[in-house]
């Protein structure tokens, strides 16, 4: 009897011992597979983001090496724009800078990438002497109008990439001062937008092409892909507002490091077009990537108009900017209290551009 009682309980001993050995196998597996997964996630994770970076540096340094600096763009895409550069040199119609401020922003900012020093140096003197001239032959015509005339500073305000829920506050922010501005336009269907294009051309701003898509690496990628994408914007633009626009900004800017040497089909294809493009002299400097304040964004215009006679302005009309926008009164006040003329930009204005078709040829 007594064996027999000791086997129930040996037995039932040995269930149970089985029994602990399975739940703390459970509980350590359980354990493990906590510890384990999360700490191979993280290491998933972290080889992602180091290739990510990799890439934003790569990107980086294909834009900053040509002076220009990223931009975060309106359709959410990184590091699409490079339009922030106050380094436009060239005038349209001759081998000059537009002024000698144009010069000493050159001489200032260190900037050229495409120019080297002896070449610049021949030119600087060559734009010195003719700055000189234009002087002498003004002082010849003796007409204090026409110099007053002459010595009215031109402003030309740009907004790229728009519309945005700005759109709406800018537009109404210049018909308070009775200023024309250019709009830079991307290609947007929504009800919203398509009464913005609608404004502009009616209260008398420019409307210009920018990019139906806005994306870089597609529309420099064939003057193919190019001509579709301008061609569905402008054809949008017509449709919605009856008028055929004939200015142009390339994103990017013409010197923009995406489309290189490819440029010069697209340029070409322009001029086929008559359609003029305009690059810029001043920038904001929203197109970076960093945040600006609005008192950076005052700032970076007043400093550049100051220097140049003649200032093509680049800014964005973006849901990002709101800095730009909540900006651009005290800029509308104080330039037109220190007289400058703010204009808006058509073919018959003298375009500033980075590459001319010229220089490629
Ligand atoms: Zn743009």
Excluded at 179 to 189: E, L, M, P, R
Excluded at 260 to 268: A, G, N, Q, V
Aim: glycine letters at 6%.
């Amino acid at each position: 009897m007594d064996s027999y009682k000791q086997n129930v309980i040996g037995n039932s001993l040995k269930v149970r011992s089985q029994r602990v050995r399975r739940m703390k196998a459970g509980i350590i597996g359980f354990v493990c597979f906590m510890t384990v997964v999360p700490t191979i996630l993280c290491i998933i994770l972290f080889v992602k983001v180091y290739s990510l970076q990799n890439e934003v540096n790569d990107l980086k340094k294909g834009y900053i090496g040509a002076s220009f600096y990223n931009d975060y763009d309106t359709l959410g895409s990184v590091a699409t724009i490079t339009e922030n550069s106050n380094t436009i040199l060239e005038e349209n119609d001759g081998t000059m800078y537009n002024s000698k401020d144009g010069i000493d922003t050159l001489i200032d900012q260190n900037i050229s990438t495409s120019i080297d020093s002896k070449e610049n140096q021949t030119e600087l003197d060559e734009i010195t002497s003719d700055k000189d001239s234009s002087d002498d032959n003004l002082n010849n015509t003796n007409q204090l109008e026409t110099k007053d005339k002459e010595e009215k500073k031109q402003v030309y305000l740009t907004f790229d990439d728009g519309p945005s829920k700005y759109t709406s506050e800018l537009l109404d922010l210049l018909k308070s001062y009775n200023v024309k501005a250019t709009f830079f336009v991307i290609g947007k269907t929504d009800k919203h937008s398509l009464d913005m294009y609608k404004r502009i051309v009616e209260e008398g701003h420019s409307l210009g092409i920018h990019s139906y898509s806005h994306d870089y690496t597609n529309i420099y990628e064939s003057l193919e892909n190019f001509d579709n994408d301008f061609t569905k914007l402008r054809d949008l633009l017509y449709d919605t507002t009856g008028y055929l626009t004939n200015i142009y900004r390339f994103p990017g800017g013409s010197a923009n490091n995406i489309a290189k040497e490819k440029i010069s089909l697209f340029i070409d294809y322009l001029n086929e077009n008559d359609i003029t493009y305009f690059d810029w002299n001043v920038v904001n400097g929203d197109g970076t990537g960093e945040k600006i304040t609005k008192e950076d964004s005052y700032q970076n215009v007043m400093n550049g108009v100051k220097v140049h006679k003649r200032s093509i302005v680049l800014m964005h009309d973006t849901d990002m900017k709101q800095a730009t926008i909540d900006s651009v009164e005290t800029i509308l006040k104080d330039l037109l209290e220190q007289g400058v003329e703010i204009l808006p930009l058509d073919d018959s204005v003298k375009p500033i551009q980075q590459i001319k078709a010229s220089t490629l040829q």
